[in-house]
C-alpha cells in the first residue's frame, strides 16, 4: 500500500504491508508512530487515510513528520473521569463531542486529554472553554458543550407529578385560639 510522509525536510513516499500499518489505521486511540526507512526513523502521526470506494480496503495513508521545533495540529480523544453529581442524583451523562482540536508542539502530545465530571450537576454543560490544558491552544469553538448532564424520562415526571401532588393536598386550616 503507498503512502507519504510530510512535514519535515523533505516529502518521502514509501509502499508497506496493510497489515503493518493495521494497528496505526484500525483504533479510536491517539498514537504516535516511528517509521524505519532506509535506516532512518521518522516520528510520525496519521493525518489522512483514503479508502477505495467499493472494497473499502484502505488505499492509501498520509503521515505527518514531526518536527520538536514546529507546532502539529492534532485531533486528541478525550477521556471523561469521575462520577458527575447530576449522574449521582440520577440524571444521564451524555458526551457530545469525543475529540478536540489542538495545536501544541510534538513532546507535549499524548493519548488523551482527561475531563474531569465530579461538578456537573443535572442540566449540567462542560464546554470546550472549561477545558485547560497546558501547552495546548485549543481550536474548537469555546462555547461548544463538550459534554452535559440530562434529565431521564423518570426524573421528568417525577417532576411534573411533584407540582400536581403540591396542588391536590388540602391546604391544612390555621389553628384557632
Known amino acids: ?68 521545533d514546529k507546532k502539529v495540529i492534532a485531533t486528541i480523544p478525550l477521556k471523561y473521569t469521575g462520577t458527575s453529581i447530576g449522574v449521582k442524583n440520577g440524571g444521564k451523562f451524555v458526551a457530545k463531542i469525543n475529540s478536540l482540536k489542538v495545536k501544541t508542539y510534538p513532546k507535549y502530545l499524548k493519548e488523551q486529554i482527561e475531563v474531569p465530571i465530579d461538578n456537573l450537576d443535572l442540566n449540567g454543560n462542560i464546554r470546550v472553554e472549561d477545558v485547560k490544558e497546558e501547552n495546548y491552544e485549543i481550536l474548537n469553538s469555546p ?35
Open 1 to 68: 500500500m503507498p503512502g507519504v510522509i510530510y512535514g519535515g525536510a523533505q516529502e518521502i513516499n514509501f509502499a508497506a504491508p496493510a497489515a503493518a500499518l493495521k494497528p496505526l489505521v484500525y483504533t479510536a486511540s491517539f498514537q504516535l508512530a516511528e517509521v524505519e526507512l532506509d535506516g532512518e526513523t521518522y516520528k510520525c502521526i496519521l493525518k489522512d487515510l483514503q479508502f477505495d470506494k467499493v472494497t473499502d480496503k484502505l488505499i492509501h495513508i498520509d503521515l505527518l513528520e514531526l518536527v520538536e
Open 143 to 177: 462555547r461548544i458543550p463538550i459534554a452535559s448532564v440530562v434529565l431521564t424520562r423518570q426524573l421528568k415526571q417525577e417532576e411534573a407529578a411533584a407540582p400536581k401532588a403540591a396542588a391536590a393536598a388540602p391546604a391544612a386550616a390555621p389553628a384557632k385560639k
